[in-house]
Each structure stands twice: as C-alpha cells, then as structure tokens.
C-alpha cells in the first residue's frame, strides 16, 4: 500500500516562502517521478510542479515558474515543493502525487499519477 503524507502548509502573507513536504512509503520511491498539484475551491485541480524518478528533470506550470521549485530526497523518500514569493491566487489544497510509470520523467496531467496524499492547505493573504 503506497502512501503519501504532505505536509508544511499554513497560512503566510503574500510575498513570503513555504516549504511543502511529501513523505513516500510503499514503493520503491526512487523509481517513480512525483508531482505536486493544487485545487482551489470552485477549481479543478491543476498541475504545479513535476520531478523525474532520478531528480534529473523538472517541469513547471507557468503560473509558478521562477516562483517555486521541486526537488527530491531518494534517500529519505521525500519530495519538496519550495513556494517563493507566494501570491493570494496560489491559495489552495496541495496535493503530492506518484506516476504510475516507473521510470518517468514525470507528467502534466492528472491522469498519470496513480497514487496521491491527502492534501495541505496552504492559504496567502493579502
């Protein structure tokens, strides 16, 4: 049974920094690129940030590029998603997700990931 459990949301005004974390287990984590997507209220979830299985390869939705990076501990099974420079609109639940490919370099859209955690609140004001 995979599980991913997010963590490191909370509340921050516009223009400040959160770190979120997402702790994997069940799988062989190393193999599998991870993503992080959101979902605002009246949203559909959305693509953030994509990580290839060996950390070599990022991806970036536009709305966060040169904001927020994503990176990988395969070490400690463990994906991060830094958020610079935080806007009121990335208010939202935060969600890790794993690809349901080994070996990817990660993907885009929702469908690709088989498992994902429970969610993080990350909410900025303004």
């Known amino acids: 049974q995979v599980q991913l459990v997010e963590s490191g949301g909370g509340l921050v005004q516009a223009g400040g920094s959160l770190r979120l974390s997402c702790a994997a287990s069940?799988?062989?984590?190393?193999?599998?690129?991870m993503g992080w997507f959101r979902q605002a209220p009246g949203k559909e979830r959305e693509f953030v940030a994509a990580?290839?299985?060996?950390?070599?390869?990022?991806y970036y939705a536009d709305s966060v590029k040169g904001r927020f990076t994503i990176s990988r501990d395969n070490a400690k099974n463990t994906v991060y998603l830094q958020m610079n420079s935080l806007k009121p609109e990335d208010t939202a639940v935060y969600y890790c997700?794993?690809?349901?490919?080994?070996?990817?370099?990660?993907?885009?859209?929702?469908?690709?990931?088989?498992?994902w955690g429970q969610g993080t609140q990350v909410t900025v004001s303004s």
């Open positions: 990580i290839s299985w060996g950390g070599g390869s990022t």
């Open positions: 069940g799988r062989t984590f190393s193999s599998y690129a």
């Open positions: 997700a794993s690809d349901r490919r080994r070996y990817s370099s990660g993907s885009y859209t929702v469908d690709e990931y088989d498992y």
